[in-house]
């Protein structure tokens, strides 16, 4: 496989935008884009933890996930509408809130509640990975708020976390992948790591025959580039 549907090689990303400070009233935010794929992500501080949390004098971290019904192809029905969440929103609610926490001291946060707010605008594959990207920048925000507001000391954010698919498409091993590329992926992974190249998370799928470990290693190579990448374009929307 030379080059994909839309040009790009196997080893890059789709085209990476992230604009801080989208929205006018959380304490941080920013719009992400992965190509076609957009999410806005809002981070908000709220005094107080989680009753588990109550007395440890540690802070806590969360995200809250949703899509936009025309985000889709066809319209997605809100799952308000439904009366309660599709288990793959727990799932990426989750990730993402696990993803977050990787990276940040829950001590020096204090007694704070940080929750990331992701909303799929458009969906063409890899809005998990877009949303935990993009979410991050968020969360720096909203803790930079808090240190200048002098409500914390220290700097919570031990360091970045970024997310990025990964898949098999035919011989060739290819990096963010959209949706038509996902949906025909003989494996499919999204892999998230620290910006020091440590991994949080790896969530691979055979979706026909096995794959080795041989491959594994190299599906892991090449979303590691990728996130050196997607960190580089996190702190340059953080620095802007």
Request: proline content about 5%; aromatic content about 4%; hydrophobic content about 40%.
């Amino acid at each position: 496989m030379g080059t994909r549907n839309d040009g790009r090689l196997p080893d890059q990303l789709r085209p990476i935008t992230i604009e801080p400070g989208f929205l006018d009233f959380p304490e941080g935010s920013c719009l992400i884009s992965f190509g076609r794929t957009r999410v806005v992500c809002a981070a908000t501080i709220e005094p107080g933890v989680p009753p588990f949390l109550e007395g440890t004098g540690r802070g806590w971290v969360t995200g809250e996930y949703s899509m936009l019904p025309r985000s889709t192809y066809e319209r997605t029905p809100r799952e308000a509408a439904r009366g309660r969440l599709s288990g793959r929103t727990q799932e990426i609610q989750r990730l993402i809130g696990r993803s977050l926490r990787s990276v940040v001291d829950l001590k020096a946060l204090g007694p704070h509640s940080i929750i990331v707010d992701c909303d799929c605008l458009v969906a063409d594959g890899g809005t998990r990975t877009a949303s935990i990207t993009g979410g991050f920048v968020a969360l720096a925000e909203a803790i930079r708020h808090l240190r200048e507001a002098g409500k914390i000391s220290g700097e919570p954010i031990r360091d970045h976390v970024a997310a990025v698919s990964v898949g098999v498409l035919g011989e060739s091993i290819c990096l963010d992948l959209d949706y038509s590329e996902d949906a025909g992926a003989d494996v499919d992974m999204n892999v998230v790591m620290t910006g020091a190249g440590r991994f949080v998370e790896v969530q691979g799928t055979a979706e026909g025959a096995a794959f080795g470990k041989d491959v594994l290693d190299d599906m892991l190579a090449v979303a590691a580039k990728g996130i050196d990448e997607l960190v580089k374009a996190q702190a340059a929307a953080l620095e802007s």
